[in-house]
């Protein structure tokens, strides 16, 4: 049977005009089948930060939805009949958010963002809840959101680790970018017992950078952030600005539960390359207190 993966993007331009405005008050809503990951995008789009994306895995009923009428023709549905494409519900976000009066804001003011926009989600009882990190690696520090709970069939809450935390093992070895993000797709699948496929990726970076890449027991979060920084930097020796980041959106495919690894392009602003503040950063500083929902990894 033919393997079929769909996504459904509803509009989200909404978002992106407020977070891409000129005023320090950021308000507005979104609705989007990955509401946290769609105002995700647009931070980091408009500030030029990287900043990674796990999927919780969608199990409640009323947070998954068939649209295979909408995404298949007759002869489709006559060819794989007892197929069902299935896709996150989402539902509408309201976002408020106080922007940084900086025009080019460092990782910690992303980082407090980060945090103020989770809190919200949290208290609109969207799918899933997250935790908002920064992950440190030997090239490094950088901004993650993943999760921490998801609702189950049942709908009661349940706590379920990141996949990113399976531990992986990839012999060292020069290999292209493609090449590489293989091997750690294949990993990731491979420790966690859910297969991961490769989505969308920059074709062009990752053919044409060569590295040297290996991973012994690292959770597969952290030589995936290793991989995207090693990719970066081939990219700034490949020619001269603007400058380019990458990070990871790994995305839950209800229908035939397995993952989806996308990679996407970021262009770096000025001070997004120069700010690694993992050392200076304590629990919770940037929300002016402890927050369970913040830790540096």
């Given at each position: 049977m033919k393997l079929m993966i769909c996504y459904l993007a509803l509009a989200s331009g909404v978002l992106a005009q407020s977070i891409h405005g000129q005023n320090s008050g950021l308000g507005n809503k979104i609705q989007d089948p990955r509401p946290f990951k769609a105002a995700i995008d647009a931070l980091e789009d408009r500030f030029g930060v990287p900043i990674n994306y796990e999927d919780p895995r969608f199990e409640a009923t009323d947070e998954i939805i068939d649209v295979t009428d909408?995404?298949?023709?007759?002869?489709q549905r006559r060819a794989n009949p007892n197929v069902r494409i299935k896709v996150p519900k989402g539902g509408v976000f309201v976002i408020d958010l106080i922007a940084?009066?900086?025009?080019?804001?460092?990782?910690?003011?992303?980082?407090?963002?980060?945090?103020?926009?989770?809190?919200s989600y949290?208290?609109?009882?969207?799918?899933g809840k997250f935790v908002v990190a920064q992950s440190s690696t030997a090239h490094g520090s950088n901004l993650v959101v993943e999760p921490i709970?998801?609702?189950n069939k049942e709908g009661v809450w349940t706590k379920t680790p990141p996949v990113l935390d399976s531990p992986i093992?990839?012999?060292?070895?020069t290999r292209s970018g493609f090449e590489t993000l293989t091997q750690i797709a294949s990993a990731i699948g491979e420790s966690s017992g859910f297969r991961t496929v490769i989505g969308t990726v920059p074709l062009?970076?990752?053919a044409h950078a060569t590295m040297n890449f290996g991973a012994r027991r690292e959770p597969a979060r952290t030589a995936l952030l290793q991989f995207l920084q090693q990719l970066g930097g081939a990219q700034a020796l490949a020619?001269?600005?603007?400058?380019?980041g990458f990070s990871y959106r790994l995305l839950f495919d209800p229908s035939y539960r397995l993952y989806v690894l996308?990679?996407?392009s970021v262009r770096l602003k000025a001070s997004s390359d120069k700010q690694d503040s993992a050392s200076q950063i304590s629990e919770g500083s940037a929300a002016g207190g402890t927050s369970p929902q913040f830790r540096k990894q």
């Amino acid at each position: 049977m033919k393997l079929m993966i769909c996504y459904l993007a509803l509009a989200s331009g909404v978002l992106a005009q407020s977070i891409h405005g000129q005023n320090s008050g950021l308000g507005n809503k979104i609705q989007d089948p990955r509401p946290f990951k769609a105002a995700i995008d647009a931070l980091e789009d408009r500030f030029g930060v990287p900043i990674n994306y796990e999927d919780p895995r969608f199990e409640a009923t009323d947070e998954i939805i068939d649209v295979t009428d909408q995404v298949q023709n007759t002869q489709q549905r006559r060819a794989n009949p007892n197929v069902r494409i299935k896709v996150p519900k989402g539902g509408v976000f309201v976002i408020d958010l106080i922007a940084p009066n900086a025009t080019v804001p460092s990782r910690d003011d992303i980082l407090s963002l980060l945090i103020q926009l989770r809190s919200s989600y949290d208290a609109q009882a969207l799918p899933g809840k997250f935790v908002v990190a920064q992950s440190s690696t030997a090239h490094g520090s950088n901004l993650v959101v993943e999760p921490i709970a998801v609702r189950n069939k049942e709908g009661v809450w349940t706590k379920t680790p990141p996949v990113l935390d399976s531990p992986i093992t990839i012999p060292s070895a020069t290999r292209s970018g493609f090449e590489t993000l293989t091997q750690i797709a294949s990993a990731i699948g491979e420790s966690s017992g859910f297969r991961t496929v490769i989505g969308t990726v920059p074709l062009n970076a990752l053919a044409h950078a060569t590295m040297n890449f290996g991973a012994r027991r690292e959770p597969a979060r952290t030589a995936l952030l290793q991989f995207l920084q090693q990719l970066g930097g081939a990219q700034a020796l490949a020619g001269p600005s603007p400058q380019m980041g990458f990070s990871y959106r790994l995305l839950f495919d209800p229908s035939y539960r397995l993952y989806v690894l996308n990679i996407q392009s970021v262009r770096l602003k000025a001070s997004s390359d120069k700010q690694d503040s993992a050392s200076q950063i304590s629990e919770g500083s940037a929300a002016g207190g402890t927050s369970p929902q913040f830790r540096k990894q």
